[in-house]
């Protein structure tokens, strides 16, 4: 059984191994074919963790396969650490992302969102000046706003109110619906002269196409809104991935007493 313990890491990180190399030199390719400073600045972390897969894995591998006790200690004790990085990050998604929902608009087929629904840590983070301006600008690179034209720009009024819009479409490529502002096209709204509004969107809201509501509450909000939903996604990801890295951490346990023990023979 103990011997089997450290064929099944060995397997485990070899096929590891095997997997992150070719994930490396994909990143790495994408990188210096990416035309925008968004695409090279998504790829740092996969790359990253990239290389901390091959370099864990490599410990796991040796440490099992060849006898090196400090090796697979070296690897235990990280496979510890990430573990208990996984369990606080999967409680903190919770944490965060427990406040805030789209708002239902009377006769609209779509939500609209309110930054300040969020918890304050989200608001804290994308309203950094540094942080939203590298956001806006993956934004407007991905054509958010063009393809939200492109999909609707047939609509009569009527229709396009009854659209179910994504939460960065309905935050940041139209006008919230307190402008009351008139519908010429998805992205092309006229303002009222002369109405002072409430909401401090509407000041800010401008028809050029690469302006639009990028710099509005609601498209900060619709950002939330997403990062929630997938967040979400990510947690119960997470933990089936913990319930993972437990058993794996069980059986390296066993492969790291049966290597003490052959060393002691």
């Excluded at 590891?16 to 400073?37: G, R």
């Excluded at 427990?98 to 994308?126: C, H, I, P, T």
Aim: proline fraction near 2%; charge should be positive.
């Amino acid at each position: 059984m103990c011997r089997l313990s450290n064929n099944l890491i060995g397997l485990f990180n070899l096929l590891t191994l095997l997997l992150s190399i070719p994930i490396l030199i994909t990143s790495i390719w994408l990188t210096k074919q990416s035309s925008t400073q968004c695409e090279t600045w998504l790829q740092k972390p996969i790359i990253i963790l990239s290389i901390f897969l091959i370099i864990l894995s490599l410990c796991g591998f040796v440490g099992s396969c060849c006898g090196a006790t400090w090796l697979l200690w070296l690897y235990l004790f990280v496979m510890f650490l990430l573990i208990v990085v996984t369990f606080a990050f999967t409680m903190f998604v919770f944490v965060v992302t427990n406040k805030g929902a789209g708002e239902v608009v009377s006769n609209r087929g779509y939500k609209e969102y309110r930054l300040g629904d969020y918890s304050n840590w989200l608001q804290k983070r994308v309203n950094e000046n540094g942080t939203w301006e590298r956001i806006r600008s993956c934004l407007q690179s991905g054509k958010l706003c063009e393809k939200f034209h492109t999909q609707f720009v047939n609509d009569t009024v009527q229709q396009f109110y009854q659209e179910n819009l994504s939460a960065l479409q309905s935050g940041c490529c139209k006008p919230s619906n307190d402008c009351n502002f008139t519908y010429h096209s998805p992205t092309v709204w006229n303002k009222t002269e002369g109405v002072v509004h409430s909401n401090p969107d509407c000041n800010v809201w401008d028809n050029d196409p690469n302006v639009l509501c990028f710099n509005c509450q609601a498209c900060k909000a619709g950002l939330l809104q997403n990062l929630k939903t997938n967040w979400k996604k990510v947690s119960i990801i997470n933990i089936i991935f913990l319930i993972f890295l437990v058993i794996v951490y069980s059986i390296g346990c066993c492969a790291f007493r049966n290597n003490r023990a052959r060393r002691w023979k």
